[in-house]
């Protein structure tokens, strides 16, 4: 069974810290690099952090430095640490296979981060 279980979410301060939790399938987390992805209104989902079977790590510029990414195989979890959140990051915030496409892909619901100013 396909599934992926976002949560962690909420309503965060700039400058806040929240922590993202996501539960994967077997079939989707197995080995494969697992990336956190988020999409603001009227904006792309757009790719923020991935992490490898073995732990690389990659982050994309805006999150650099604020945000950590980290998975635990034995669990088929992934997380995201959020640091000094600031109001730019407000999005709903999904995790998949880090080359998961939009249309070809399964998806879960996200969770809906909002920084307030």
């Known amino acids: 069974q396909v599934q992926l279980v976002e949560s962690g979410g909420g309503l965060v301060q700039a400058g806040g810290s929240l922590r993202l939790s996501c539960a994967a399938s077997r079939s989707i987390f197995s080995i494969n690099a697992m990336g956190w992805f988020r999409q603001a209104p009227g904006k792309q989902r757009e790719l923020v952090a991935t992490?490898?079977?073995?732990?690389?790590?990659n982050y994309a510029d805006s999150v650099k430095g604020r945000f950590a990414i980290s998975r635990d195989n034995a669990k088929n979890t992934v997380y995201l640490q959020m640091n000094n959140l600031k109001p730019e990051d407000t999005a709903v915030y999904y995790c998949?296979?880090?080359?998961?496409?939009?249309?070809?892909?399964?998806w879960g619901q996200g969770t809906q981060v909002t920084v307030s100013s």
């Open positions: 998949n296979r880090a080359s998961a496409t939009l249309k070809g892909d399964y």
């Open positions: 992490v490898t079977s073995v732990g690389s790590t």
